[in-house]
């Protein structure tokens, strides 16, 4: 009995070890697609700002290497980004075998739901959140101010906000979570619609400098909110049948 348990721990280590190397070849062969590209990648994603900055003002780079390292790092973020599907089928793969049908039922639409409401989030923090932010920090730029932004701080406040959009848009994924996993349910989460309102603006003026992309924000999120408890309230029922 002992040497089958042993033997099949080996076998989950075995199998753990081929998904992660899996995941590390995808990363990897995606980071040597996009290298060539990196400068123009950071480009693009310096655009929000660019299109901001007062005529005769440029970006810098206060380290000596930041020139090449930074457009490096961003690729490979990058790369883990694109990778993302990939990553998760091999999770879900590693993991599937010691799950219920039931189980298979619900975790398969919230694990390919979760990753395009992450993109969304992301896609949403780019083309909204981030051209707005930057329009008020330059208007507010007090007189004889020049901005000169360095390009490791920008990234870095760029891929923070990337992340914390990403998450944030994944508020209908752990409304059905928990409600699935018995922390909460539907009838607990519809009596507290108000203080999630309040909650909504309060986190999108915690992350958003002005009132016009802190409504966006929080009304967003709160239409992603009543998303998870619609599904948490219906589609839950039918998968616990």
């Known amino acids: 009995m002992i040497?089958?348990?042993?033997?099949?721990?080996?076998d989950h280590l075995i199998e753990l070890r081929k998904r992660i190397l899996n995941c590390i070849i995808t990363v990897f062969i995606i980071f040597l697609m996009l290298v060539y590209f990196a400068n123009d990648i950071y480009s693009l994603?310096?655009?929000p700002l660019i299109h901001q900055m007062p005529s005769g003002a440029t970006m810098i780079a206060t380290e000596?290497?930041?020139?090449?390292?930074i457009p490096i790092k961003l690729t490979f973020i990058l790369s883990i980004f694109i990778a993302?599907?990939?990553i998760t089928y091999q999770v879900w793969a590693f993991i599937a075998p010691a799950l219920h049908k039931c189980e298979r039922n619900l975790l398969i639409p919230m694990a390919i739901c979760g990753t395009l409401l992450f993109y969304i989030g992301v896609i949403f923090a780019y083309y909204f959140i981030l051209p707005m932010a930057f329009k008020f920090f330059i208007k507010a730029l007090p007189k004889g101010v020049t901005i000169a932004t360095?390009?490791?701080h920008y990234l870095d406040f760029v891929i923070w906000l990337f992340m914390v959009c990403g998450i944030s848009f994944e508020i209908p994924i752990a409304i059905m979570f928990l409600c699935w996993i018995g922390v909460t349910n539907s009838e607990k989460i519809k009596n507290n619609r108000p203080y999630v309102f309040v909650g909504t603006f309060i986190i999108g003026m915690?992350?958003?400098?002005?009132?016009?992309?802190?409504?966006?924000?929080?009304i967003s999120l709160y239409f992603l909110f009543e998303i998870g408890l619609f599904f948490s309230h219906n589609y839950l029922k039918k998968i616990n049948r």
């Not at 915690?206 to 929080?218: E, F, K, N, R």
Request: cysteine-free.
């Open 64 to 69: 000596v290497a930041a020139p090449f390292i």
């Open 84 to 86: 993302v599907p990939i």
């Open 150 to 152: 360095d390009i490791t």
């Open 3 to 10: 040497i089958e348990n042993n033997q099949l721990f080996i």
């Open 206 to 218: 915690l992350l958003t400098p002005d009132v016009l992309s802190q409504t966006i924000l929080a």
């Open 45 to 47: 994603v310096a655009l």
